[in-house]
């Protein structure tokens, strides 16, 4: 892998951060974006750089990057290019979770997050438990499929919890499903951010077990490794990481599928240089589709997901062709 990709990865990453700061309902030139960061600016620009728009910025970079690492995990376990972690049941746990605390009239930002990322990890252990029980172990293609229908099951009781629902309550909880930044505050940066240290930190650490299931299940077993045990530790942490992130922002889709492969297209061989290639890049394609979505029809505000997905649908066509 050429040692430029991070240092260019990085450098575009603060240049789209500061152009993602200065854009919105007022937008701001670089040199004073960078004022209101210093102090500099008037206190009108402070306020909306640090308060509004810094928030948001931060947090979807680190939602991005966390949804990068936790694809490129989940790839590796599965061996299947094509995974990432909204087919493994992680959305649906997680918009049950919200879905209810809308369902139920909270308006707390916080309920709304615990319910969420409580309704991920729950999805995540139903998940593997299904796995365990109709094989004895994590195997791939089971995980996936028992990924699959506990996603269709979570459907099904979001529409229950939803048919007498308030419109108000069902507006907020479809956009919700749809993922936004909007309502980012430094707290849920500072737990996200908690999640992608520790999680993603895990997933790097751990990386050579993902290098040995690569290699299929009796050659790693021959070179010592525990293919089960390493499977599911790695899938959890990987799930429960894009369920944190699920909690923060909502539902964004395919960013998990997209960055890793461009990781392993830029030369990135070993799964640690995937997940740190992926986690950088990961972020500057969130700051971007974000940029993208308050700016393509302002001062109307596109969903998140739906921004992503313009990209990620085509994508994954694409790569389905190739893999086919």
């Known amino acids: 892998m050429n040692r430029l990709v991070v240092p260019v990865g990085l450098a ?29 600016a008037d206190a009108q620009s402070v306020a909306i750089i640090r308060t ?16 990068a690492m936790s694809g490129g995990a989940l790839q590796g376990t599965l061996r299947n290019p094509l995974a990432e972690p909204y087919l493994l049941g992680v959305s649906g746990g ?10 139920f009239g909270s308006a707390s930002p916080l309920v709304v997050t615990l319910a969420a990322f409580g309704g991920a990890a729950a999805a995540t252990g139903i998940v593997a438990l299904l796995a365990r029980v109709a094989t004895g172990r994590a195997e791939p293609r089971v995980l996936l499929m028992a990924g699959v229908v506990v996603g269709a099951f979570a459907n099904a009781v979001i529409l229950v919890a939803l048919a007498d629902a308030p419109p108000d309550r069902i507006r907020g909880a479809l956009w919700w499903m749809m993922g936004s930044t909007t309502d980012a505050t430094w707290g849920t940066v500072a737990r996200t951010a908690l999640a992608l240290l520790v999680l993603g930190g895990v997933l790097i650490y751990r990386a050579r077990d993902l290098d ?9 077993a021959a070179l010592g490794a525990d293919v089960d045990r390493a499977a599911r530790r790695t899938f959890l942490v990987a799930s429960w990481l894009a369920a944190a992130t699920v909690a923060a922002v909502g539902l964004v889709g395919f960013v998990g599928l997209i960055v890793p492969n ?27 589709a974000d940029v993208c979505a308050r700016a393509i029809r302002a001062p109307v505000e596109l969903p998140l997901g739906a921004v992503t997905a313009l990209v990620g649908v085509p994508f994954f066509l694409a790569r389905l062709r190739r893999v086919a």
Request: charged fraction near 10%; include cysteine.
């Open 94 to 103: 997680a918009a049950v979770g919200a879905v209810v605390a809308f369902a």
């Open 52 to 67: 509004l728009r810094a928030p948001r910025v931060v947090l979807a970079a680190c939602v991005g990057a966390a949804l």
């Open 212 to 220: 040995l299931l690569a290699l299929g299940e009796e050659p790693a």
């Open 262 to 288: 461009l990781a392993r297209a830029l030369g990135a061989q070993s799964h640690r240089a995937m997940l740190v290639v992926g986690g950088v890049y990961g972020a500057l394609l969130l700051v971007a």
């Open 12 to 40: 575009l990453l603060v240049i789209g951060m500061l152009v993602a700061l200065g854009v919105g309902t007022v937008s701001l030139p670089l040199h004073e974006v960078w004022a209101a960061l210093v102090g500099e």
